[in-house]
Protein backbone atom coordinates (compact mmCIF):
# COMPACT_ATOMS: atom_id res chain seq x y z
CA UNK A 1 0.00 0.00 0.00
CA UNK A 2 0.63 3.23 -0.75
CA UNK A 3 3.15 5.27 2.33
CA UNK A 4 3.03 8.95 3.47
CA UNK A 5 3.76 10.97 0.28
CA UNK A 6 4.87 14.50 0.48
CA UNK A 7 5.16 17.23 -2.59
CA UNK A 8 7.05 18.74 -3.61
CA UNK A 9 10.81 16.61 -2.32
CA UNK A 10 12.83 19.74 -3.64
CA UNK A 11 11.24 23.45 -3.13
CA UNK A 12 14.03 26.62 -3.72
CA UNK A 13 12.08 29.99 -2.61
CA UNK A 14 12.93 33.50 -2.97
CA UNK A 15 12.75 35.21 0.95
CA UNK A 16 9.86 36.68 1.48
CA UNK A 17 7.91 34.35 -0.98
CA UNK A 18 5.15 32.42 -0.12
CA UNK A 19 5.23 28.91 -0.08
CA UNK A 20 2.86 25.56 0.51
CA UNK A 21 3.92 22.20 1.38
CA UNK A 22 1.88 19.05 0.85
CA UNK A 23 1.56 15.70 2.65
CA UNK A 24 -0.66 12.67 1.72
CA UNK A 25 -1.07 10.75 4.90
CA UNK A 26 -1.60 6.88 4.40
CA UNK A 27 -5.15 6.59 3.74
CA UNK A 28 -7.38 5.88 7.14
CA UNK A 29 -4.88 7.81 9.70
CA UNK A 30 -6.83 9.99 11.92
CA UNK A 31 -3.36 11.37 13.10
CA UNK A 32 -0.94 13.98 11.21
CA UNK A 33 2.02 15.42 12.63
CA UNK A 34 4.25 18.28 11.05
CA UNK A 35 8.07 18.17 11.73
CA UNK A 36 10.67 20.38 10.79
CA UNK A 37 14.24 18.81 10.54
CA UNK A 38 17.25 21.20 10.37
CA UNK A 39 21.04 20.02 9.67
CA UNK A 40 22.54 17.86 12.19
CA UNK A 41 19.08 17.54 14.21
CA UNK A 42 16.02 15.96 15.15
CA UNK A 43 12.80 16.47 13.78
CA UNK A 44 11.15 19.22 16.25
CA UNK A 45 7.41 19.50 16.20
CA UNK A 46 5.55 21.58 14.64
CA UNK A 47 1.54 20.65 14.20
CA UNK A 48 -0.35 17.91 15.05
CA UNK A 49 -4.36 17.10 13.71
CA UNK A 50 -6.76 14.89 15.17
CA UNK A 51 -8.89 14.40 12.16
CA UNK A 52 -9.41 17.76 10.72
CA UNK A 53 -8.99 19.85 13.55
CA UNK A 54 -5.20 21.37 15.02
CA UNK A 55 -5.10 19.52 18.23
CA UNK A 56 -1.67 21.27 19.02
CA UNK A 57 -0.19 23.55 16.96
CA UNK A 58 2.40 24.66 19.78
CA UNK A 59 5.48 24.21 17.77
CA UNK A 60 4.42 26.25 14.93
CA UNK A 61 7.52 29.12 15.67
CA UNK A 62 5.45 32.04 14.62
CA UNK A 63 2.40 33.05 12.97
CA UNK A 64 4.02 33.22 9.31
CA UNK A 65 3.13 29.65 10.03
CA UNK A 66 -0.17 27.80 9.13
CA UNK A 67 -1.32 24.48 8.11
CA UNK A 68 -4.49 22.97 7.30
CA UNK A 69 -6.40 19.67 6.71
CA UNK A 70 -9.81 20.36 5.80
CA UNK A 71 -10.89 17.10 4.86
CA UNK A 72 -9.01 15.43 7.06
CA UNK A 73 -6.98 13.50 5.18
CA UNK A 74 -4.57 15.97 3.08
CA UNK A 75 -2.50 18.49 5.35
CA UNK A 76 -1.02 21.75 3.45
CA UNK A 77 2.03 23.47 5.30
CA UNK A 78 1.82 27.30 4.25
CA UNK A 79 4.50 29.88 5.00
CA UNK A 80 4.35 33.19 4.53
CA UNK A 81 7.28 35.77 3.67
CA UNK A 82 10.28 33.25 3.69
CA UNK A 83 12.99 34.00 5.45
CA UNK A 84 16.54 31.80 4.81
CA UNK A 85 16.07 30.40 8.91
CA UNK A 86 13.01 28.56 7.25
CA UNK A 87 15.79 26.50 5.20
CA UNK A 88 15.37 23.18 6.26
CA UNK A 89 13.56 19.53 5.75
CA UNK A 90 9.82 19.64 6.25
CA UNK A 91 8.62 16.11 7.31
CA UNK A 92 4.95 14.66 7.63
CA UNK A 93 4.10 11.30 9.68
CA UNK A 94 0.57 10.33 10.05
CA UNK A 95 -0.73 7.40 12.46
CA UNK A 96 -3.73 5.61 12.76
CA UNK A 97 -5.35 7.26 15.46
CA UNK A 98 -2.57 8.83 17.46
CA UNK A 99 -2.53 6.79 20.38
CA UNK A 100 1.29 7.11 22.50
CA UNK A 101 1.93 3.84 21.77
CA UNK A 102 1.86 3.64 18.00
CA UNK A 103 4.47 4.27 15.38
CA UNK A 104 4.20 7.51 13.31
CA UNK A 105 5.03 6.89 9.47
CA UNK A 106 7.22 9.44 7.76
CA UNK A 107 7.53 10.60 4.37
CA UNK A 108 10.69 11.34 2.63
CA UNK A 109 10.32 14.57 3.36
CA UNK A 110 10.16 18.46 1.86
CA UNK A 111 13.85 19.76 1.32
CA UNK A 112 12.74 23.73 1.58
CA UNK A 113 15.69 26.45 0.62
CA UNK A 114 15.33 29.77 1.00
CA UNK A 115 17.63 31.45 -0.68
CA UNK B 1 7.32 17.74 29.21
CA UNK B 2 9.61 15.31 27.63
CA UNK B 3 13.05 15.09 26.17
CA UNK B 4 15.63 12.71 24.41
CA UNK B 5 19.09 12.52 24.85
CA UNK B 6 21.69 11.52 22.04
CA UNK B 7 25.42 12.32 23.23
CA UNK B 8 27.08 10.79 20.38
CA UNK B 9 26.33 12.73 17.33
CA UNK B 10 28.94 10.34 15.70
CA UNK B 11 29.67 6.72 16.02
CA UNK B 12 32.19 5.04 13.88
CA UNK B 13 32.59 1.23 14.15
CA UNK B 14 34.01 -1.72 11.85
CA UNK B 15 32.34 -3.81 10.18
CA UNK B 16 31.16 -7.13 11.83
CA UNK B 17 32.09 -5.10 15.35
CA UNK B 18 29.06 -5.02 17.99
CA UNK B 19 27.57 -1.26 18.89
CA UNK B 20 25.45 0.41 21.10
CA UNK B 21 23.96 3.76 20.33
CA UNK B 22 23.17 5.51 23.83
CA UNK B 23 19.63 7.35 24.40
CA UNK B 24 18.64 8.79 27.49
CA UNK B 25 15.20 10.67 28.41
CA UNK B 26 13.26 12.70 30.82
CA UNK B 27 9.60 12.46 31.34
CA UNK B 28 7.06 13.74 34.75
CA UNK B 29 4.66 10.99 32.99
CA UNK B 30 5.09 7.00 31.76
CA UNK B 31 6.47 6.71 28.31
CA UNK B 32 7.00 4.93 25.66
CA UNK B 33 9.91 4.40 23.99
CA UNK B 34 10.94 4.16 20.21
CA UNK B 35 14.44 3.70 17.72
CA UNK B 36 13.74 5.21 14.20
CA UNK B 37 16.32 4.50 11.38
CA UNK B 38 16.61 6.34 8.62
CA UNK B 39 18.57 5.73 5.36
CA UNK B 40 20.18 7.78 3.21
CA UNK B 41 17.61 10.14 1.33
CA UNK B 42 14.88 8.10 2.88
CA UNK B 43 11.50 8.76 5.14
CA UNK B 44 11.97 7.75 8.82
CA UNK B 45 11.27 3.86 9.59
CA UNK B 46 10.80 2.44 13.00
CA UNK B 47 13.11 -0.20 14.05
CA UNK B 48 11.54 -1.21 17.57
CA UNK B 49 9.43 0.02 20.53
CA UNK B 50 8.96 -0.83 24.03
CA UNK B 51 5.75 -0.08 25.55
CA UNK B 52 5.62 -2.25 28.47
CA UNK B 53 6.50 -5.85 29.78
CA UNK B 54 10.57 -7.17 28.97
CA UNK B 55 12.69 -4.40 29.13
CA UNK B 56 14.65 -6.06 25.98
CA UNK B 57 13.43 -5.53 23.11
CA UNK B 58 13.78 -6.93 19.71
CA UNK B 59 13.59 -5.32 16.14
CA UNK B 60 14.23 -5.69 12.35
CA UNK B 61 17.61 -5.77 11.02
CA UNK B 62 19.07 -8.00 14.27
CA UNK B 63 18.88 -4.83 16.36
CA UNK B 64 17.35 -4.74 19.75
CA UNK B 65 17.19 -2.18 23.35
CA UNK B 66 17.16 -2.37 26.67
CA UNK B 67 15.01 0.02 28.56
CA UNK B 68 15.97 0.73 31.58
CA UNK B 69 13.78 2.65 34.08
CA UNK B 70 16.20 3.62 37.17
CA UNK B 71 18.71 5.20 34.48
CA UNK B 72 15.85 6.59 32.04
CA UNK B 73 17.98 4.92 29.04
CA UNK B 74 16.93 2.87 26.23
CA UNK B 75 20.16 2.17 24.33
CA UNK B 76 20.34 0.63 21.19
CA UNK B 77 22.43 -2.35 20.39
CA UNK B 78 23.54 -4.41 17.40
CA UNK B 79 26.33 -7.69 18.07
CA UNK B 80 27.22 -7.51 14.47
CA UNK B 81 27.07 -4.02 12.19
CA UNK B 82 27.05 -4.30 8.28
CA UNK B 83 28.00 -1.98 5.71
CA UNK B 84 24.44 -1.64 5.39
CA UNK B 85 23.78 -0.20 9.09
CA UNK B 86 25.04 2.60 7.77
CA UNK B 87 22.49 5.27 8.61
CA UNK B 88 21.03 8.16 11.25
CA UNK B 89 19.06 6.48 14.24
CA UNK B 90 16.44 8.72 16.12
CA UNK B 91 15.17 7.78 19.57
CA UNK B 92 11.73 8.98 20.12
CA UNK B 93 9.54 9.50 23.28
CA UNK B 94 5.67 9.46 23.88
CA UNK B 95 4.30 10.81 27.20
CA UNK B 96 1.54 12.81 25.25
CA UNK B 97 0.18 11.79 21.88
CA UNK B 98 3.27 13.69 20.71
CA UNK B 99 6.49 11.97 19.81
CA UNK B 100 9.58 13.87 20.63
CA UNK B 101 12.47 12.99 18.98
CA UNK B 102 16.67 12.92 20.00
CA UNK B 103 18.91 14.69 17.56
CA UNK B 104 19.55 11.53 16.15
CA UNK B 105 23.00 9.61 16.06
CA UNK B 106 25.21 8.94 12.69
CA UNK B 107 26.48 5.80 12.48
CA UNK B 108 29.08 5.15 10.17
CA UNK B 109 30.55 1.50 9.37
CA UNK B 110 33.55 1.24 7.69
CA UNK B 111 35.18 -1.85 5.91
Known amino acids: GAGVSQTPSNKVTEKGKYVELRCDPISGHTALYWYRQSLGQGPEFLIY????????DSGLPNDRFFAVRPEGSVSTLKIQRTERGDSAVYLC?????????????FGQGTRLTVV | AQSVTQLDSQVPVFEEAPVELRCNYS??????LFWYVQYPNQGLQLLLKYLSGSTLVKGINGFEAEFNKSQTSFHLRKPSVHISDTAEYFCAVTGSYIPTFGRGTSLIVHP
Open chain 1, 93 to 105: ASSPTGSMDTEAF
Open chain 1, 49 to 56: FQGTGAAD
Open chain 2, 27 to 32: SSVSVY
